[in-house]
């Protein structure tokens, strides 16, 4: 990658990172707090695309 | 009369829920599939790395500055069709690349049948259990720049293992994104079918395209 290039994606990276900071504040401060079974319940199918990704990479494996 | 009118109110909101809902997956399939043709044209035609950046940033501008102005109005279906296009012009040199080398093209399948199973999961995981997953924003967010911070670090540095982690955390991260703009529709938080577009869209190119690079790099084509 030219120099440039890697200057101007990290612009856009940096740009991305400004803009999100203060929604993410605003989640952090006011977002809604879940309990251990609320977790449990985001956990689960997180935990099953993570099991479906390491399928795919040992699938394509050679 | 009382029971009646919460009755009738809960019924109206189904259905205003129902609406937004409906019109976020078809408006969300037809730009998928306008941006699956744009990233063809991308490819036919040869774009260069240059010209995708151009397009990526074009695009986040128009997510950014555009999108906001228009949101309520029909033209804001003509800046999501903008803004996928872009965003599929911008795979072009990456899916090229994977293209050319040998077995690329089941790569690429694979990764574009692991995005679909894994939003039509996530998604479909959203809507039949109808859990509220926003108690998760704060920590996607926060998870989302300290990805974007590590990217930073990585364009310079460009360390193979801090790259492949990047792409398992965009992919958990985007995941979980999944569920919270899913149940953020259903539960009344986002009321307007073209921010919700433009949001799981973005989920899924993102999903992809890491994906892609997990792959690729898996498979010793990276």
């Given amino acids: 990658m030219d120099t440039w290039m890697k200057i101007a ?16 504040n605003h989640w952090m401060k006011n977002g809604p707090k879940g309990s251990k079974k609320d977790w449990q319940g985001a956990i689960l199918p997180l935990l099953a695309m993570v099991g479906f990704v390491i399928l795919l990479i040992l699938m394509v494996r050679k | 009369m009382d029971n009646y009118g919460q009755v009738a109110s809960s019924r109206d909101s ?11 997956y078809t408006l969300l399939s037809m730009s998928l599939i306008f941006s699956a043709v744009m990233a063809a044209v991308s490819i036919s035609i040869g774009v260069s ?9 074009a695009a986040i501008v128009l997510v950014w500055f555009v999108l906001p102005k228009f949101e309520n109005s029909s033209m804001g279906i003509a800046v999501v069709f903008a803004f996928t296009g872009l965003m599929g012009l911008s795979l072009g040199p990456m899916l090229g690349y994977y293209l050319a080398v040998p077995g690329g ?35 996607l967010f926060v998870g989302l720049l300290v990805v974007f911070g590590f990217s930073i670090v990585n364009i310079f540095t460009q360390i193979p293992a801090m790259s492949l982690a990047i792409s398992a955390g965009v992919i958990l991260i985007m995941s979980g994104l999944i569920l919270f703009d899913t149940s953020r529709i259903i539960h009344g ?17 993102n999903i992809f395209v890491h ?8 498979s010793g084509d990276d």
């Fill in chain 1, 9 to 24: 994606s990290a612009a856009i990276m940096g740009f991305m990172v400004w803009r999100l900071w203060p929604v993410a």
């Fill in chain 2, 14 to 24: 189904a259905l205003a829920t129902n609406k937004v809902l409906r019109n976020t």
């Fill in chain 2, 49 to 57: 790395q240059g010209m995708a950046l151009g397009a990526m940033i």
């Fill in chain 2, 105 to 139: 093209g089941e790569i690429v399948m694979t990764a574009l049948g692991g995005t679909g199973v894994i939003f039509l999961g996530l998604s479909g995981y959203a809507l039949t259990t109808r859990k509220d997953f926003s108690f998760m924003g704060g920590f």
């Fill in chain 2, 189 to 205: 938080g986002e009321t307007n079918y073209i921010r919700a577009t433009v949001s799981l869209y973005l989920n899924i190119h």
């Fill in chain 2, 211 to 218: 994906l892609l690079h997990l792959l690729g790099a898996f």
